[in-house]
């Protein structure tokens, strides 16, 4: 079980950007991304990027707006949104994959506390 803090939510105006960040000690083994969950729907995967950065995943509502990346050495996944919509408006996870050296998010081994993110028309 590994301890995500997540950081950089807010509220902002449509057509705007955040970036998001998760970091936690021993994160660099494993596979990571973000899941977001707004009010009253399930939640869902948002981007997901492999051990080594190879591999990288995303929703189709938020490809060519959102980037997913990380920094090994540093144990931090960053989500860059660009363009945001008030469609993007839930609470986004941070989540790391439950086997070591993974690429892909399909199993969850640890969650972050969420952070909320809210886009203004």
């Known amino acids: 079980q590994l301890q995500l803090v997540e950081s950089g939510g807010g509220l902002v105006q449509s057509g705007k950007s955040l970036r998001l960040s998760c970091t936690a000690s021993?994160?660099?083994?494993?596979?990571a991304g973000w899941f977001r969950q707004a009010p009253g729907k399930e939640r869902e995967e948002v981007a997901c990027?492999?051990?080594?950065?190879?591999?990288?995943t995303y929703a189709d509502s938020v490809k060519d707006r959102f980037t997913i990346s990380r920094d090994n050495v540093k144990e931090i996944i960053y989500l860059q949104m660009n363009n945001l919509e008030p469609e993007d408006t839930a609470v986004y996870y941070c989540?790391?994959?439950?086997?070591?050296?993974?690429?892909?998010?399909?199993?969850?081994?640890?969650w972050g506390q969420g952070t909320q993110v809210a886009v203004a028309p």
């Open positions: 990027i492999s051990q080594g950065a190879g591999t990288r």
């Open positions: 021993g994160l660099h083994v494993y596979a």
């Open positions: 989540a790391s994959a439950s086997g070591l050296f993974g690429d892909s998010c399909n199993s969850v081994g640890s």
